[in-house]
């Protein structure tokens, strides 16, 4: 390994520490340095390395545009030098880049080809990430049946595992689709089920999300005193 791969290496791990500790503009100089010494070099794997993590820094950033422009190159390379992983990593990234674009059907694509990944090598908690990133890109499309049918799959596989902080999100997802449905009774089983859980394993973000629901749920369900009540509790969660 040259001295300018070994630097790439060390700005690299740099970008990683950085992500980890939230701080994201400083990871994003880390790895633009990892990747400009990466072409210099012309270590296409090492270039690969650099664009994933980048592409999620611009994500973290609210920089989506950026963040697929990065997944598309990493995916060209990880495709040409047969790292499976790395590219389903990459597809996955691109859908979500797409989600947040609220361009649904380009996300379900890329979804789509992450789960045929996941099951093609067997990977049952990779399948049911990608199963809840459909429910999430269909619901968000207004595509509510879809949505309950791939939430519903996603936490098959999460329940048989007990994994119950990774239920929370495609049991709001759920919710969200039942809501769509005008079945608001299933939808605050749903939003019940996603309070219980955030609050045992302490997600407060999604404690909040699941009071702000079965605050609309019961609102939906013309019960106002329950409305208010969840209400209230989702409010105080935000002052604290």
Not at 48 to 56: D, E, W
Not at 153 to 168: C, D, F, M, T
């Amino acid at each position: 390994m040259c001295s300018s791969d070994l630097a790439a290496f060390a700005w690299r791990a740099l970008g990683d520490i950085h992500t980890r500790i939230a701080r994201f503009d400083k990871a994003k100089e880390a790895y633009e340095q990892a990747l400009a010494l990466s072409r210099e070099t012309r270590d296409r794997r090492g270039e690969a390395l650099s664009l994933g993590p980048l592409a999620n820094v611009y994500e973290q950033l609210g920089q989506p545009e950026k963040s697929v422009e990065y997944f598309e190159q990493a995916l060209v390379i990880n495709r040409e030098v047969k790292n499976v992983v790395r590219e389903i990593n990459n597809l996955n990234g691109l859908g979500n880049a797409y989600l947040s674009l609220r361009k649904y059907d380009k996300a379900i694509e890329y979804y789509e080809q992450a789960l045929a990944k996941f099951r093609e090598r067997k990977m049952p908690l990779g399948e049911a990430l990608a199963l809840a990133n459909l429910g999430s890109a269909h619901q968000g499309a207004g595509r509510n049946e879809k949505a309950v049918e791939y939430s519903q799959g996603a936490l098959a596989i999460y329940r048989e595992r007990s994994l119950p902080a990774v239920e929370i999100l495609p049991r709001l997802v759920l919710a969200d689709a039942y809501r769509g449905l005008r079945q608001f009774e299933p939808a605050t089983a749903q939003d019940e089920l996603a309070l219980a859980l955030a609050r045992q394993t302490r997600v407060r973000g999604r404690e909040v999300e699941a009071l702000q629901n079965l605050m609309a749920d019961w609102q939906a369900r013309k019960r106002m005193v329950l409305a208010i009540f969840f209400g209230k509790q989702a409010v105080n969660l935000l002052q604290e």
